[in-house]
């Protein structure tokens, strides 16, 4: 029998879609919906209890804001990953105020929150995947701070740039700030460096690395 679009998807995300009866996967199938949205859009803000988002295409960007405005990106999603905190109303004990946007286009299956709780509540499958979640999600968090606290800006922009696995990265200033917790005008600067040290070379929305040992060196 073929599955329909959004069982597959739910099949590809969820590891304990076997592990569902018949009526709990209609429940998940009637209670969500496929969604599509454009780069930097807003999908999820603070006010909301937006409903579990599985990704079907794309990244979502997941971060929070001080009161300044200023963005701190805790984490990524990418095609089959979960967010669970964007339910938060759903999970006892935990208060945690996030925001999504999209960092691609993208498209995600949104689920009622609460036909997940029904679910999680019912199904020890269903409960150990969001505990699973809400675990790795925190770790994530935590790295993030721990860079953000521990590790010299220098350090931080070099080790983004190397990570990006080709010499020739197709981003503005700006994305990268995002990207690495800080302002434009710092991210600007330290690249004017680098380049000033023929680490990197910059021209308009590009950033060509030119020496990739010298740029390790600088966070190793």
Not at 133 to 144: A, G, L, Q, V
Request: with cysteine.
């Amino acid at each position: 029998m073929q599955l329909s679009t959004k069982e597959l998807y739910f099949s590809k995300g969820f590891y304990f879609w076997n592990n569902l009866s018949a009526k709990e996967k209609k429940l998940l199938i009637d209670n969500s919906e496929l969604l599509k949205y454009s780069k930097d859009e807003i999908i999820h803000d603070s006010t909301k209890c937006t409903g579990v988002l599985l990704v079907v295409k794309g990244q979502l960007r997941v971060y929070i804001l001080s009161e300044e405005g200023r963005e701190i990106t805790l984490y990524r999603l990418n095609e089959n990953e979960t967010c669970i905190l964007t339910a938060s109303c759903i999970l006892k004990n935990i208060n945690f105020s996030i925001y999504v946007d999209s960092a691609t286009d993208v498209e995600i299956l949104k689920i009622s929150p609460s036909a997940f709780k029904e679910l999680k509540n019912s199904n020890i499958s269903v409960e150990a995947f969001t505990t699973e979640i809400i675990n790795r999600s925190f770790s994530e968090t935590m790295w993030t701070m721990e860079q953000i606290l521990f590790m010299s800006f220098d350090k931080r922009l070099a080790k983004y740039l190397f990570e990006q696995n080709t010499n020739i990265i197709k981003l503005t200033h700006e994305d990268i700030a995002k990207n690495i917790n800080s302002a434009r005008e710092v991210v600007s600067r330290m690249l004017k460096y680098f380049q000033s040290e023929n680490i990197i070379s910059l021209s308009r929305g590009t950033i060509t690395i030119l020496d990739r040992e010298k740029l390790k060196k600088i966070f190793s």
